[in-house]
């Protein structure tokens, strides 16, 4: 995707006629190359900018060789020679004072900074185009570049629905490295495509599942083996920052510092800066905090002043206390009791052998959607990830809108729910029969149900069940001690 869309900008880059059909030539067969991930064509595409760079004959035809020459640098990963070039590109724009040429090797230089070990300097390199689009709201160039730079992504024309799609296309990349046995250097692509999954949830604010992306990755470099200062520093600094936005700062001050120790050994200025401001930041909240809980001991001895000068109300209190603690008991007890009778209608379904086919038992089948969903059920085809409605309703020679409708129809529900609660109730089935699932994490069983994230199976479960998976796995593990 990211070559796709750098290759579009160069396209546009290029209004020279002359100069600029070599390389629109040299980039169409490139760009068809590069989907089956060809490196000589990088190579090429290298030797192109050097070429037309010795031909160039002004200054924005060097600064198109130079970004040619980024660009393939930057797909064969060799940041370091590609920013050596995007730079002098953007000095060359710089000193023109031509705030289009400039916003392109901008562009450039946030995208190799946000994919690289410079990435500590995207939020400048960010700013910087900020400031460069102030005069230039109301064109397209401004919206797309906008867009480009919240989803953290290159700059292209987006779709609203492009976002999602970043995230699904990672999490396949992911489900991909899971089920292959493979080499070290597949294990660094796998990692690195759950940091950048990990990083859009961030920004997005899903901190729950970015906390899951960035421990899963640490989880792989620990049972792998792997030693990789950049992995660890993206690691525990955004762990740090996730941790500071949900107030734990003690653990936001231990991983900003283990990051900082990092970057500090490997001389990553750019990080040092930007972790030293975090920490910064970090320091001022707990003085915030200090603060605000020295006015409320200030207020709780006013308080404690006034309740000693209403002593008269003390056996009142205490009442109501007491009140509330016998209510609060019974309310606790009620839930216990609620929770063991919800827990006994599930055993009681799994016995019955009814848990996906209640629909079956009391209509015969001389309904070809019916059928169809009976062979999801049977054959588990709900655990396949690339499983939807469209794959479905395809591979029956379906109408997708009819066999939704059947969905709601017989399961009174629509097609991710009912995928949902086929997962939920094939686990709750291993669970009930498989003792040592019980002695598993909540991670690693939402996994084995064919959930990408924690939070999903938790809310799914609870919403199936009236009970959380947590208190399922107590309930179930008393029955097994019985």
């Given at each position: 995707?990211?070559?796709?869309?750098?290759?579009?900008?160069?396209?546009?880059?290029?209004?020279n006629l002359t100069f600029g059909q070599n390389v629109i030539k040299s980039y169409k067969s490139f760009y068809e190359s590069s989907i089956h991930k060809y490196s000589d064509e990088s190579y090429k595409l290298v030797q192109l900018g050097d070429s037309l760079y010795n031909n160039s004959i002004n200054d924005e035809q060097k600064i198109y060789s130079l970004i040619t020459s980024g660009i393939g640098y930057y797909n064969l990963k060799n940041y370091g020679n590609s920013l050596k070039v995007s730079k002098k590109a953007d000095s060359i724009a710089r000193k023109n004072g031509i705030n289009e040429q400039e916003l392109r090797t901008s562009l450039l230089l946030y995208n190799i900074y946000s994919n690289s070990e410079y990435n500590s300097y995207s939020d400048i390199e960010k700013q910087r185009i900020y400031t460069l689009l102030s005069k230039r709201k109301n064109d397209?160039?401004?919206?797309?570049?906008?867009?480009?730079?919240?989803?953290?992504?290159?700059?292209?024309?987006?779709?609203?629905?492009?976002?999602?799609?970043?995230?699904?296309?990672?999490?396949?990349?992911?489900?991909?490295?899971?089920?292959?046995?493979?080499?070290?250097?597949?294990?660094?692509?796998?990692?690195?495509?759950l940091l950048r999954l990990a990083n859009l949830y961030r920004q997005d604010k899903d901190y729950d599942n970015a906390k899951n992306y960035y421990n899963y990755s640490k989880l792989i470099c620990d049972k792998k083996g792997i030693s990789d200062?950049?992995?660890?520093?993206?690691?525990?600094?955004?762990?740090?920052?996730?941790?500071?936005?949900?107030?734990?700062?003690?653990?936001?001050?231990?991983?900003?510092?283990?990051?900082?120790?990092?970057?500090?050994?490997?001389?990553?200025?750019?990080?040092?800066?930007?972790?030293?401001?975090?920490?910064?930041?970090?320091?001022?909240?707990?003085?915030?905090?200090?603060?605000?809980?020295?006015?409320?001991?200030?207020?709780?001895?006013?308080?404690?002043?006034?309740?000693?000068n209403y002593s008269k109300y003390y056996y009142f209190i205490t009442l109501i206390f007491l009140l509330i603690l016998f209510i609060s008991f019974y309310l606790f007890k009620q839930k216990k009791k609620n929770q063991k009778k919800y827990f006994e209608n599930i055993i009681e379904n799994l016995n019955k052998d009814n848990l996906y086919n209640s629909a079956f038992e009391s209509q015969k089948l001389d309904n070809e959607f019916l059928e169809i969903l009976k062979k999801i059920e049977d054959d588990k085809e709900f655990l396949n990830h690339n499983l939807s409605l469209a794959s479905v309703a395809f591979k029956n020679k379906v109408s997708s809108s009819k066999l939704e409708d059947a969905i709601k129809k017989y399961k009174n529900r629509n097609f991710e729910d009912y995928i949902s609660y086929l997962k939920i109730y094939n686990i709750i089935n291993k669970l009930n029969n498989n003792p040592d699932l019980l002695e598993y994490d909540i991670n690693r069983i939402s996994e084995i149900a064919g959930f990408y994230s924690k939070m999903?199976?938790?809310?799914?479960?609870?919403?199936?069940?009236?009970?959380?998976?947590?208190?399922?796995?107590?309930l179930l593990q008393k029955t097994v001690k019985k």
């Open positions: 995707m990211k070559r796709g869309i750098l290759l579009k900008i160069l396209m546009l880059l290029c209004m397209k160039i401004y919206r797309n570049v906008i867009k480009a730079i919240n989803l953290n992504i290159p700059y292209i024309d987006l779709k609203s629905s492009d976002y999602v799609k970043i995230k699904e296309e990672l999490k396949k990349e992911i489900t991909f490295y899971k089920d292959e046995n493979v080499d070290n250097k597949t294990i660094f692509n796998h990692l690195n495509s200062e950049l992995i660890d520093l993206k690691i525990y600094f955004g762990l740090g920052e996730i941790a500071l936005y949900e107030g734990d700062f003690q653990l936001s001050n231990d991983y900003l510092s283990k990051s900082l120790e990092i970057a500090k050994l490997k001389d990553y200025k750019g990080s040092i800066e930007i972790i030293n401001s975090k920490l910064a930041i970090l320091e001022d909240q707990r003085i915030e905090e200090v603060n605000k809980n020295e006015h409320l001991n200030t207020d709780s001895v006013k308080s404690q002043n006034i309740v000693s999903e199976f938790i809310t799914m479960f609870k919403r199936e069940t009236n009970l959380s998976p947590s208190e399922f796995i107590n």
